[in-house]
């Protein structure tokens, strides 16, 4: 049997570096990408030839419609789209938001989202493939901080479900993938940088690791044909619901 391809975003690191993994390790050709090239470097020298990288930053519609047009002959047949970049970036309240910050969650989390899944679906659609998009709890779950990062997830989640919709009776799967806590560098980078934050955040939690969401993606994408994962949540036992809050006079 010929080896299947799978492109992945977000390759340098947490879920999108274990789902790489996991997918070369299988035997996949995968596409790893990322802005980070000497991490998607250390990966294709654990897996050789079957890893080609693309370094670019998924914001940049042009570099990304260079990396897709650079791609080897053996790469280009890709079907399997994990679109995984992404970021939160604060935890503030909307008031004392930073408006760049916002722009940034919405340009990677949304606008390159639909940009990639765009460019690929003429592909995914000849090779009756998948998209699994990485969502999040916070696309249904609103808590205090979350504002614009639980928009663009609702977004992600929409657009999963809007895609399944409009793709109907082509072969092609959508799925929705929507983790809880997870230990990443996701804390780090929301932080800018605080390894104390998020050492404090994941402590005795037992949260979710990049490997149980890479088995999730591995799952879903080789599920027979007939079956279509449109939505998966995944918590941390640990972590669970809280009540609403009320102001008062
Ligand atoms: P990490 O910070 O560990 O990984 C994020 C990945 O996204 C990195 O590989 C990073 O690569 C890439 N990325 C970010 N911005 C860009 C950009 N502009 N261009 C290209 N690549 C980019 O976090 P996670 O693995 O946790 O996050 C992966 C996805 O999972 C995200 O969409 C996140 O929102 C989502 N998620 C995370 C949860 C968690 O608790 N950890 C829970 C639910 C969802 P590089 O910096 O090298 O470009
Ligand atoms: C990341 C999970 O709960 O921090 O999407 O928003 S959460």
Redesign the pocket.
């Known amino acids: 049997m010929t080896a299947k391809t799978v492109l992945v ?9 274990a789902t790489a993994r996991c997918f070369a390790a299988a035997g996949w050709r995968v596409i790893a ?4 090239a000497e ?1 998607l470097h250390s990966l294709a020298a654990e897996f050789g030839e079957r890893v080609h990288i693309a370094a ?4 940049d519609a042009a570099a990304m419609q260079a990396a897709l047009d650079a791609l080897p002959e053996d790469f280009r047949d890709i079907d399997v789209l994990v679109n ?5 970036l604060g935890t503030a309240k909307a008031p004392q938001c930073d408006l760049a910050q916002w722009r940034q969650m919405i340009d ?2 949304i606008t ?1 989202l639909a940009t990639l899944t765009h460019a690929l679906l003429p592909t995914l659609i000849a090779r009756r493939g998948a998209i699994i998009n ?5 696309a249904t779950y609103p808590y205090t901080g979350g504002n614009v ?1 639980g928009g663009t ?1 609702a977004f992600v989640t929409q657009f999963s479900l809007g895609l399944r919709s409009d793709l109907h009776g082509t072969g092609v799967r959508v799925s929705s993938v ?12 929301r932080t800018g940088g605080d390894q104390a934050a998020s050492d404090t955040l994941y402590a005795g939690a037992h ?2 690791t ?1 490997d149980d969401i890479a088995q999730t993606i591995w799952w879903i994408a080789n599920l027979p044909p007939h079956l279509n994962i449109n939505r998966i949540e995944v918590m941390p036992t640990s972590q669970s619901f809280a009540g609403f809050q009320v102001a008062r006079d």
Not at 9 to 17: L, V
Not at 134 to 138: K, N, Q, T
């Open positions: 975003t977000g390759a340098s690191a947490g879920f999108g570096a990408c990322a802005r980070r991490r670019f930053d998924v914001r995984n970049a992404g970021l939160a990677t989390n390159a990485v969502s999040s709890i916070s990062y997830k929507e983790p809880g806590m997870a230990q990443t560098e996701f804390t780090l980078v949260p979710i990049g």
